[in-house]
């Protein structure tokens, strides 16, 4: 059973550090990992998508990695703000034969930026 | 990005009454939608897996006849969570794609209390 790992549970840093979200997984026959951020009673918003071929993507100020032999990503979080507060879900997608698989969740990551 | 609307955001109800979420997708038809559960400082927790026109598949320890859904078209999932009870308080979100592995997008979630 795939089970996802968010480390830190929980960071506060002043405005304008950079920062890495860690996460890692036991299964490491993904199909694709994603990162999310989550508000407080909110939906989901997807950050970036990396699939199972794939080492990096970006989207601006955004950075995420993914080494699949290790069971490991990071998303990196350049000069960060404090609107990037928020929790930063780790998911990873099943590689199975046909089918939709859904996403197996990490606990997150609880991200305050502080003015 | 796809838009998937879910309503309620937030229900309260009392025990042994029946809740229905209903979950769309409003520009794009979604073949597959998932539904999952977030309890407080937990991962958010696959239930099921719902195709058009077809029976969810269910996740290992969730009531099929507890949480009954509902995938009648390409563009609404419906979540009910019948006789509820205080143990069914959670955040319930839906996500959906339009092909098997294609990207997920989510709802923005349903906050249910049951008194």
């Known amino acids: 059973k795939q089970e996802v790992t968010q480390i830190p549970a929980a960071l506060s840093v002043p405005e304008g550090e950079n920062l890495v979200l860690n996460c890692s997984f036991t299964?490491?026959?993904?199909?694709?990992l994603q990162w999310f951020r989550q508000d407080p009673g909110k939906g989901l918003t997807s950050l970036l998508l990396?699939?199972?071929?794939?080492r990096e993507q970006t989207s601006g100020r955004l950075n995420a990695s993914l080494d699949k032999s290790s069971g490991r990503s990071t998303l990196y979080i350049a000069a960060s703000q404090p609107g990037d507060s928020a929790t930063y879900l780790c998911?990873?997608?099943?590689?199975?034969?046909?089918?939709?698989?859904?996403?197996?969740f990490g606990k997150g990551t609880h991200l305050i930026i502080q003015p | 990005g796809a838009v998937v609307s879910q309503h309620p955001s937030w229900v309260i109800c009392k025990s042994g009454t029946s809740v229905k979420i209903e979950c769309r997708s409003l520009?794009?038809?979604?073949?597959?939608m998932f539904w999952y559960r977030q309890f407080p400082k937990q991962s958010l927790m696959l239930m099921a897996t719902?195709?058009?026109?077809?029976?969810?598949?269910?996740e290992q320890g969730v009531e099929k006849d507890k949480f009954l859904i509902n995938h009648a078209s390409l563009t609404l999932s419906t979540l009910t969570v019948t006789s509820a009870h205080p143990e069914d308080s959670s955040f319930y979100i839906c996500?959906?794609?339009?092909?098997?592995?294609?990207?997920?997008?989510f709802g923005s979630g349903t906050q249910l209390s049951v008194l």
């Open positions: 996500s959906a794609s339009w092909g098997a592995r294609e990207k997920l997008f």
């Open positions: 299964d490491s026959a993904i199909y694709n």
């Open positions: 990396i699939q199972s071929s794939q």
């Open positions: 998911a990873v997608r099943r590689n199975s034969r046909g089918g939709a698989d859904g996403l197996t």
């Open positions: 520009d794009f038809q979604a073949t597959t």
């Open positions: 719902s195709n058009e026109g077809s029976k969810a598949t269910y």
